[in-house]
């Protein structure tokens, strides 16, 4: 039997994320093999996860995956697993626009995973029972299994909150502890390489504070889809691309990686900000924070070398942080870098988001590797202008993109787009066919 638990919120801020990474960190100490993930579109929370857990973590996501796909990915990658804790996003019922479609509660239900629901009670005692009450009655579908109180003030705040919630399962009450949050920046928290917590502490208050095996025995009520059957031998890669990682590019799903190498491909990580450039034949360059490293990425010989590998036909795919490093220039703050000149657009930082939300886009005639209609998600705080003459590769159904409704800009076997995609929607496939072709000519 597959045992999951998703951790939920009433609402953003209540410390769902702190509570799901400690979890994830005590059953971790106790020698569980913990398999992460977390709903919606988010790339942060997961790169916590893994570094916690050891194993990569997977985002779950009803709009972008539509419903099978969230069984697909949960199926193949839970297997190994003594138990999967799943991280929710913003508020339990909270989902795209005014439906359920994108929502933690979708995906409880997608996978009939029980809920644990992450209340902050600061502030408040009987007022809890009336949230959970109607947290619990909104959706009967929904298994709200136990609640875990957060920001207690006193042992006579929990006792209070525990008189006024007699019926409901209390998995954990925790104190007020300012030292266990996780930094922020305008794109959210900060990765897991820029730790400044200590997992074994956070480990430790969640022992101290979380019935766990009340967790553990609430797990194993899921009645998540089976662990699906791997194949023994999967076919030799005959392509190789190249995938940014380092600080400045790190917004990846681990979904997307193993669509590339399920389609025959060997992936090579290297680091633009170190000069890099493998040899492959084709290169892919994740959104990050390249604003943050832009005097290295200006120097860097990846930056020089790419103009060339582009017009050579070399497939090059960016996205949203790639697409602000393969433009011309990027001005920040008053002052203007040149980039690798793939394409010619000029960005500019803002001061405030530009576009934020799920996408959808549908391909145009003309890009080798953009077919059909793909989803994604775009977080960006920047503008960018291209030349009167570009091309575009999607025409936007949903959200902003690139500029008048388009996204994809594209020349050669190159492309770049604000769009994040996923590869449930994405084609993986003939991104690596272009690869190959390339590398057989």
């Keep these: 039997m597959t045992k999951a638990i998703l951790?939920?919120?009433?609402?953003?801020?209540?410390?769902?994320?702190?509570?799901?990474?400690?979890?994830?960190?005590?059953?971790?100490?106790?020698?569980?093999?913990v398999q992460p993930y977390k709903v919606g579109p988010d790339y942060i929370d997961p790169t916590h996860h893994t570094a916690i857990c050891g194993i990569p973590s997977r985002n779950l996501d009803t709009y972008m995956m539509g419903v099978d796909g969230v069984r697909e990915t949960f199926a193949r990658t839970s297997g190994d697993a003594d138990i999967s804790v799943i991280e929710g996003v913003m508020g339990l019922f909270d989902g795209l626009?005014?439906?359920?479609?994108?929502?933690?509660?979708?995906?409880?239900?997608?996978?009939?995973?029980?809920?644990?629901?992450?209340?902050?009670?600061?502030?408040?005692?009987?007022?809890a029972a009336a949230i959970v009450k109607g947290f619990s009655e909104y959706d009967k579908n929904v298994n709200i299994a136990g609640?875990?109180?957060?920001?207690?003030?006193?042992?006579?705040?929990?006792?209070?909150?525990?008189?006024?919630?007699?019926?409901?399962?209390?998995?954990?009450?925790?104190?007020?502890n300012k030292d266990l949050t996780v930094p922020s920046r305008h794109l959210g928290l900060h990765m897991a390489s820029e730790n400044e917590y200590d997992i074994s502490v956070l480990a430790e208050f969640i022992e101290a504070n979380i019935d766990l095996d009340a967790v553990i025995s609430i797990a194993e009520t899921s009645r998540a889809p089976e662990p699906m059957p791997q194949p023994d031998n999967p076919a030799a890669p005959d392509v190789k691309i190249g995938v940014a990682l380092d600080s400045a590019f790190c917004f990846y799903y681990q979904d997307m990686f193993d669509s590339?190498?399920?389609?025959?491909?060997?992936?090579?990580?290297?680091?633009?900000?170190?000069?890099?450039?493998?040899?492959?034949d084709g290169i892919y360059f994740g959104g990050g924070y390249p604003e943050l490293h832009i005097e290295q990425l200006e120097k860097s010989k990846t930056t020089r070398a790419l103009k060339q590998l582009a017009a050579d036909g070399m497939p090059i795919y960016g996205e949203c942080g790639g697409l602000q490093y393969l433009g011309s220039s990027y001005e920040i703050e008053g002052k203007t870098y040149r980039m690798a000149d793939v394409f010619s657009a000029e960005t500019r930082q803002?001061?405030?988001?530009?576009?934020?939300?799920?996408?959808?886009?549908?391909?145009?005639?003309?890009?080798?590797?953009?077919?059909?209609?793909?989803?994604?998600?775009?977080?960006?705080?920047?503008?960018?202008?291209?030349?009167?003459?570009?091309?575009?590769?999607?025409?936007?159904?949903?959200?902003?993109?690139i500029e008048n409704g388009m996204d994809g800009i594209f020349e050669h076997n190159a492309m770049a787009s604000y769009m994040h995609a996923h590869p449930a929607t994405f084609p993986v496939g003939e991104f690596v066919d272009v690869c190959r072709k390339y590398a057989r000519r």
């Design 7 to 33: 951790i939920a919120g009433t609402h953003s801020g209540v410390g769902k994320t702190t509570v799901a990474m400690g979890i994830m960190a005590a059953l971790t100490k106790r020698n569980q093999k």
């Design 97 to 127: 626009d005014s439906t359920e479609i994108a929502s933690s509660a979708h995906v409880a239900k997608t996978l009939d995973t029980p809920v644990i629901l992450v209340i902050n009670v600061h502030g408040m005692s009987r007022s």
């Design 350 to 401: 803002t001061g405030r988001f530009q576009a934020l939300g799920y996408t959808e886009a549908r391909a145009r005639n003309g890009m080798a590797f953009a077919r059909g209609t793909v989803r994604g998600h775009e977080f960006h705080y920047s503008l960018t202008e291209c030349a009167r003459d570009s091309r575009f590769a999607y025409e936007m159904l949903r959200g902003k993109g």
């Design 147 to 176: 609640v875990i109180l957060n920001q207690v003030g006193s042992e006579r705040h929990a006792r209070l909150l525990r008189d006024a919630l007699p019926d409901i399962p209390i998995i954990g009450t925790l104190p007020r």
């Design 260 to 280: 590339i190498e399920r389609h025959g491909a060997q992936i090579e990580f290297f680091s633009p900000l170190n000069g890099e450039l493998p040899d492959v």
